[in-house]
């Protein structure tokens, strides 16, 4: 048999401590007085676990009910613990040792209810027969929280924690806790979240580890979460990512803490909350609509909604999964019962977490050694939950990126070392290579941008996939069409080709007055519809999103609900005519609209929503006042207790009105939204929660500045054609106006692929699965078409350290 060679690039490195209490402190101290912490870099390929893999093996093991593969193998334990992992939920009180425990116990004179290690676990540690999150709360909290009521006590036991995280091959942990539990001394808030912050600075000068922290406000304590969302935010830059509401779930509703969420929010910084733990979905929907949760803690409840379950999907809002802590707190009645593998399947990006790893005596490895026998999970899909992991962490888009690229990049290694196939990873386009990273299969990308060199031809942009996320009806009605109706109708037909082209020109008002007084008749809405489709199909548009006022379409004897079924019913013949996913964005401007027609148009969309309606188009957000949005407010909170995705435009003037879309009406898109280059903070926030831009590319700002600005710092752009007729671009067909894209951003072939799959990915498809479908396609299809055509090197690779021989 052949003799298995030595893992490639492990190193003895940083041997880590056994559990003892650490004995580090005081050596370095000027560390902590230059506190500073940077975007995670390259720091996790060179620091390797020191386990030995020198003998792992994959067991066949039997069968699981899982639709992901028909048979799973058991993953060795030492395997999963060097795979490096991400831990988002944490709790830093519920992960002191028990050694720790009692030496401070010791050290401050408290009493302890057994005096050596081994009994003190027992007390401290959750019982199997804990009958609720409640009990789960008060049983062992209180005891830890005794001894953790002093600055250096709170910067050890940070620093063991990590400590810890790191011996698991743990290599991003993100711990939460709340300042208000440790002030039973006199230390303030302030000075306690101080000594955390110390901790872990310690910690990621002497361990491959990078970590931050979430300040938790308490439910039953919703006088002082107004104050810790301030200290959280003013200790942003020493470590603090988030701000996170933690404690007792049944009786204390997210909304009682709005406020709190809304500072936070306001200043750019991530939010999670605990829901749908020991409550039922109306918690996480509330997390959503109240608090604009980033990601969502536990929320096994989830799946008593199915529609709240499928925008969670469509908006990856990320899930910070605890199974062990959810089957002591009696979460869910059995680890059959446990929703994680019915998350995964249905897109969300659910991460693996340990919740408490000392009271509930689990380590993160556990976990996911507990997923793969007992749940069937495949190493292939543990390591894409890690990768969900990384990608929903509160750190800036190219940080998360590096940290993605270079944990994809060590598991690959780790399989390889062990004998494991990795193609199931390596050769999966759709997913990994985005991250820039190669695995052998191209080289780096070194060629000029596209508009440097030869041109591509007008039969290649006409081919590309596209996705258009934003045709307006009224103002994309073809010469062609337009010219035809209005020689049908006698108050219009004056306008003929050469009156046509002077009122695109000089008078588009009025033409688009006269091109809405055509579509009041359902035969011809209906035709504009299947013609607006048919244009979009030559074309190559594989996805469509349009946008429609139903109530200016209403005469004598035509309701709104009767616009709204005509529109459905040619959009469906369309589909199935031409072939491409279609659906119907029913809008309502807050500068035109009375707040009672704007409520119609939101019940209309709510009625209809997923069958054929997308999503609400909120106009006039930049002509209003910023605050005239609460005359408005009954509409949007419609919106989202159905929760409907909303594209709002404003932005493009005014930085403050983006803020006012975001978190008063729940804008899931921004349309315009050039003024958020006034605000890096914000981009940054944009960005890091994947949270798109809509540029028209009808209008001038293509080349502008501000845009390049924008996807300069990774905020997501999308394209629509807006009213294309009545814009200045006229007559130019998407492929002549792609062309303007790309010479105006100055686009790189892997820049183009990027474009172009951002309309694929951040659209509102009601259903994830086929959103993913058609994406996958587009993107497979888009390669091999430039391929084609010479151009093969489309994704811009990062740079890795060369391999020590």
Not at 246 to 271: H, Q, T
Not at 721 to 749: A, W, Y
Request: glycine share 6%; aromatic share 6%; with cysteine.
């Amino acid at each position: 048999k052949k003799k298995k060679k030595p893992p490639r690039g492990l190193q003895s490195g940083l041997q880590l401590s056994t559990g003892k209490p650490s004995t580090m402190f005081g050596q370095l101290g000027g560390l902590l007085a230059r506190r500073t912490f940077l975007p995670c870099g390259s720091s996790l390929r060179s620091s390797r676990c020191t386990a030995s893999l020198s003998r792992l093996s994959l067991v066949p093991q039997p069968s699981y009910s899982s639709s992901s593969s028909s048979s799973v193998s058991l993953i060795d334990e030492e395997l999963l613990r060097a795979l490096p992992k991400p831990e988002l939920h944490q709790h830093l009180d519920g992960s002191v040792r028990v050694a720790t425990v009692l030496e401070l116990a010791r050290e401050y004179h408290i009493k302890m209810p057994a005096q050596n290690e081994a009994d003190l676990k027992e007390y401290i540690r959750v019982p199997p027969d804990c009958p609720s999150l409640d009990e789960y709360l008060i049983h062992s909290f209180g005891l830890v929280g005794s001894v953790l009521q002093h600055p250096e006590a709170l910067t050890r036991v940070t620093f063991e924690a990590c400590e810890d995280a790191a011996r698991d091959g743990v290599r991003y942990v993100e711990l939460r806790f709340a300042p208000s539990l440790h002030t039973e001394c006199g230390l303030s808030n302030a000075r306690v979240l101080d000594a955390v912050c110390d901790g872990i600075a310690l910690a990621e000068a002497t361990l491959p580890i990078t970590a931050r922290v979430i300040v938790c406000a308490l439910r039953h304590q919703p006088e002082k979460a107004t104050e810790l969302a301030e200290l959280a935010w003013r200790y942003r830059l020493h470590g603090v990512v988030g701000f996170d509401l933690a404690g007792p779930e049944a009786g204390f509703g997210a909304a009682r803490l709005e406020k709190a969420y809304d500072i936070v929010r306001s200043r750019g910084l991530s939010c999670t909350v605990h829901a749908g733990e020991a409550d039922g979905w109306q918690s996480i929907q509330a997390s959503i609509r109240n608090c604009g949760a980033n990601r969502i803690g536990h929320a096994v409840a989830l799946t008593q909604n199915e529609d709240l379950l499928r925008y969670v999907a469509s908006r990856r809002i990320a899930i910070e999964s605890c199974v062990t802590s959810n089957l002591q707190t009696k979460a869910v009645a059995s680890l059959e019962q446990h929703p994680i593998r019915r998350f995964f399947e249905e897109g969300i990006h659910v991460v693996p977490c340990t919740d408490n790893t000392v009271i509930s005596d689990t380590t993160l490895t556990a976990e996911y050694r507990l997923l793969n026998r007992e749940l069937g999970f495949s190493i292939y899909e543990l390591i894409k939950m890690m990768d969900y992991g990384h990608r929903a962490a509160f750190l800036p888009a190219i940080a998360k990126r590096r940290l993605r690229a270079e944990s994809i990049v060590r598991s690959v290694e780790l399989l390889s070392d062990a004998d494991i196939d990795t193609s199931p990873i390596t050769a999966t386009n759709s997913y990994y290579d985005q991250l820039g990273v190669d695995f052998g299969r191209q080289h780096y990308w070194r060629g000029a941008a596209l508009e440097s060199g030869k041109p591509l031809p007008d039969s290649l942009l006409q081919a590309l996939p596209k996705a258009d996320l934003h045709h307006d009806l009224v103002g994309s009605l073809s010469k062609e069409f337009a010219l035809d109706q209005f020689s049908r109708s006698f108050a219009h037909r004056h306008i003929d080709e050469a009156r046509w082209d002077e009122l695109r020109v000089h008078h588009s008002a009025t033409l688009r007055a006269a091109s809405l007084d055509l579509l009041c008749k359902p035969e011809v809405l209906s035709s504009a519809v299947l013609d607006s489709v048919r244009r979009a199909h030559v074309e190559n548009v594989r996805y469509m999103e349009m946008e429609l006022a139903p109530h200016l379409h209403c005469t004598d004897g035509v309701v709104l609900e009767d616009v709204v079924r005509t529109a459905l019913e040619a959009v469906e013949e369309a589909k199935n005519q031409f072939g491409l996913e279609c659906g119907l964005l029913l809008s309502a401007d807050l500068a035109r609209d009375s707040p009672v027609l704007f409520y119609r148009v939101a019940e209309a969309c709510v009625k209809h929503h997923p069958s054929g309606v997308f999503g609400f188009a909120a106009r006039g957000g930049d002509n209003a006042q910023a605050m005239s949005i609460r005359y408005f407010q009954d509409s949007f909170d419609l919106l989202k207790d159905h929760n409907i995705d909303v594209m709002f435009s404003t932005g493009a003037q005014d930085v403050a009105t983006i803020r006012t879309a975001l978190h008063q009406a729940g804008a899931t898109r921004i349309c315009g939204g050039t003024a958020a280059q006034e605000s890096p903070k914000l981009m940054s926030y944009l960005a890091a929660h994947h949270i798109p831009v809509q540029v028209d590319s009808t209008t001038s700002m293509i080349p502008s500045a501000e845009v390049r600005l924008l996807r300069e710092h990774h905020v997501p752009l999308v394209f629509g054609t807006g009213s294309e007729q009545l814009s200045v671009c006229g007559e130019r067909s998407r492929s002549k106006r792609l062309r303007d894209i790309i010479q105006g951003l100055r686009l790189s072939p892997s820049d183009l692929l990027q474009t172009l799959m951002h309309g694929f990915y951040y659209n509102f498809c009601p259903s994830p699965v086929k959103r993913d479908q058609i994406a996958t396609q587009a993107r497979t299809d888009t390669i091999q078409l430039l391929a084609e055509h010479g151009i093969h090197d489309v994704y811009q690779k990062l740079w890795f350290p060369p391999k020590k021989q």
